[in-house]
């Protein structure tokens, strides 16, 4: 058991001012008060090691999360310092703060890379952002659309979490941030829950991707008006009941390896940086035939994209090689059953 050092302190100089204060009092009466000093402060020290962990939610559609408590260039530039995006009522962990700023974990959003363990994704969230909750919230319905409008109060991004206490006339009540309650069409949300075959799954996550053609590409983007590759598999997956890591490294770690001819619509599909084979650094959803969906890269858009184009070379043609080319090898994975 950890015993905190200040507990020892004053156990030591309690005995000292016994010792010394109470000089020929009863040698028993005073051990069975340092004993129960000592219990006293080793349970106190206890309960304060085992300090249950700070939430908070997100209140806006959607926010930064930042390297650093520093805020971000305007537009979809390249910005190294912007880590994720995390959505409306989407769970953090709080770590610390400053003056503007929450110190965070993005716990909905697993990640290894960085401390090289499992956790969420770390970094810093703008105070005006996020509100601290008394209890962890279990949601039970999410957002499908690629924007969904609850009552007139805001607009949410696909892949946003709610619980639902009530439906009435084709819609769900939904309960807010801070107390608020709200209504959202049943048409634009899915139960978290819901019981889909696999081949209905697979279908939802196709629609659920094509959703985003044309969103433009923003390093760190995960939400309904900019992805980056990882996000948008993240956020499609999410969409659809599956919780996936963040990052595309991370998926490809939690990944099944299949072969290229077991691909199916849903699977992913990895490319590795230049020259390290075992560091991926881009993802792709597969669709069909020589098809896949992808998030590109800065300046770009959310397209469907096939082999030939991407590659210079057919599926067939990079198997010959062993999905080798231009120093990348490529992989193909299954986070499905």
Same mark, same amino acid.
């Given at each position: 058991?950890?015993?905190?050092?200040?507990?020892?302190?004053?156990?030591?100089?309690?005995?000292?001012?016994?010792?010394?204060?109470?000089?020929?009092?009863?040698? %028993?009466? &005073? /051990? @069975?008060?340092?004993?129960?000093?000592?219990?006293?402060?080793?349970?106190? #020290?206890?309960?304060?090691?085992? =300090?249950?962990?700070?939430?908070?939610?997100?209140?806006?559609?959607?926010?930064?999360?930042?390297?650093?408590?520093?805020?971000?260039?305007?537009?979809?530039?390249?910005?190294?310092?912007?880590?994720?995006?995390?959505?409306?009522?989407?769970?953090?962990?709080?770590?610390?703060?400053?003056?503007?700023?929450?110190?965070?974990?993005?716990?909905?959003?697993?990640?290894?890379?960085?401390?090289?363990?499992?956790?969420?994704?770390?970094?810093?969230?703008?105070?005006?952002?996020?509100?601290?909750?008394?209890?962890?919230?279990?949601?039970?319905?999410?957002?499908?659309?690629?924007?969904?409008?609850?009552? %007139?109060? &805001? /607009? @949410?991004?696909?892949?946003?979490?709610?619980?639902?206490?009530?439906?009435? #006339?084709?819609?769900?009540?939904? =309960?807010?941030?801070?107390?608020?309650?709200?209504?959202?069409?049943?048409?634009?949300?899915?139960?978290?829950?819901?019981?889909?075959?696999?081949?209905?799954?697979?279908?939802?996550?196709?629609?659920?991707?094509?959703?985003?053609?044309?969103?433009?590409?923003?390093?760190?983007?995960?939400?309904?008006?900019?992805?980056?590759?990882?996000?948008?598999?993240?956020?499609?997956?999410?969409?659809?009941?599956?919780?996936?890591?963040?990052?595309?490294?991370?998926?490809?770690?939690?990944?099944?390896?299949?072969?290229?001819?077991?691909?199916?619509?849903?699977?992913?599909?990895?490319?590795?940086?230049?020259?390290?084979?075992?560091?991926?650094?881009?993802?792709?959803?597969?669709?069909?035939?020589?098809?896949?969906?992808?998030?590109?890269?800065?300046?770009?858009?959310?397209?469907?994209?096939?082999?030939?184009?991407?590659?210079?070379?057919?599926?067939?043609?990079?198997?010959?090689?062993?999905?080798?080319?231009?120093?990348?090898?490529?992989?193909?994975?299954?986070?499905?059953?």
């Amino acid at each position: 058991m950890y015993v905190p050092s200040c507990s020892l302190f004053l156990c030591a100089k309690a005995k000292s001012l016994g010792v010394t204060i109470l000089e020929g009092y009863n040698k %028993e009466i &005073l /051990t @069975v008060m340092i004993k129960f000093t000592l219990i006293f402060l080793l349970c106190a #020290g206890a309960v304060f090691a085992g =300090e249950p962990k700070r939430l908070l939610v997100v209140s806006v559609p959607v926010a930064d999360i930042r390297r650093l408590p520093e805020e971000g260039k305007p537009g979809y530039g390249h910005d190294d310092l912007n880590e994720t995006q995390v959505l409306y009522n989407e769970i953090q962990v709080y770590k610390g703060e400053n003056a503007g700023w929450y110190q965070v974990e993005a716990e909905e959003q697993k990640e290894f890379t960085h401390n090289k363990a499992w956790q969420g994704y770390p970094g810093w969230i703008k105070k005006d952002k996020a509100i601290f909750i008394g209890e962890k919230p279990e949601y039970n319905i999410v957002v499908r659309s690629r924007v969904a409008r609850i009552s %007139e109060k &805001l /607009t @949410v991004s696909v892949g946003t979490k709610f619980k639902e206490t009530g439906k009435e #006339g084709g819609f769900y009540k939904c =309960e807010l941030v801070g107390s608020a309650t709200g209504w959202i069409s049943e048409n634009e949300v899915a139960r978290i829950d819901a019981s889909e075959s696999e081949s209905q799954k697979r279908q939802a996550i196709v629609k659920e991707a094509k959703l985003f053609l044309g969103t433009p590409y923003y390093w760190g983007g995960r939400g309904f008006g900019a992805v980056d590759c990882s996000g948008l598999v993240n956020l499609v997956y999410r969409a659809c009941g599956i919780n996936v890591p963040r990052d595309a490294h991370e998926q490809w770690m939690v990944a099944k390896p299949i072969v290229a001819g077991e691909l199916k619509p849903g699977d992913l599909i990895f490319l590795s940086k230049k020259g390290d084979f075992k560091s991926i650094v881009h993802v792709m959803l597969y669709l069909a035939g020589e098809d896949f969906i992808e998030a590109p890269g800065t300046g770009k858009s959310v397209l469907i994209n096939n082999f030939n184009a991407k590659f210079g070379l057919s599926r067939a043609a990079l198997k010959k090689q062993d999905f080798v080319v231009s120093g990348q090898k490529i992989y193909f994975g299954r986070l499905l059953p």
